[in-house]
């Protein structure tokens, strides 16, 4: 790639300006001074400093919210064949992925980034970052039940953390429950209703952090507004 359009890419200057930046001698490429605006460099093994400031490209970061259907597998590629969440992302070119995971068969926000700084922060235990379900579940449970998954359920001889648990509708054969973590084990909300043997019928993730689904449809995605991205960099 030509030094001045590398310059360009990296947000430095227009490329013009560049070629002026690079007449003057303020550019070195591997720690010597290019004057020539010819120059060609390999992005990938040159190193380049204006004013003697390393630059890199300027990579498109994108921060996507989905409303996942039942059906679609959170993973990049599935033995099984089925259809995978970025199947539904169609117009962004950049290499998106999920950040976390929700099960094929669970619905709502699953987020997906090409930032793995964001995704590394969000899906770290030590975040804490709140997650809100809503999950249809058999019967009705008591106050000793719900109690008990407040303080923790054991999962494979591991406690969970304490969680928030309330009844937002009773039925006559099933509730509907509304359930906090900050952990992210798998099938977590699942096997902790479980434990309760109350198991769950059907699953949908409705926020994470600040980041609500709101009245987005099932299968339809956006692009994180202006507050969103304030409250993921804050973090
Ligand atoms: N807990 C589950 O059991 N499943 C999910 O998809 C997410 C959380």
Redesign the pocket.
Known sequence: MRLQKYMALSGVASRRKSEEMIAEGRVKVNNKIITELGTVIDPKKDKVLVDGKKIKLESNKVYIMLNKPVGYVSTLKDEKGRKIVTDLIEGVRERIYPVG???AD?TGLLLLTNDGDLANKLTHPSKKIQKR?IAIVEGVPNKIELDKMRKGVYIEGKKTAPAKVKIAKKYEDESILDIEIHEGRN?????MCESINHP?KK?K?VSIGELELGGLLIGNWRFLNEEEMTYLKSL
């Open positions: 995971r929700l099960d669970t379900y099938r977590q909300v699942k096997k769950i699953l993730r």
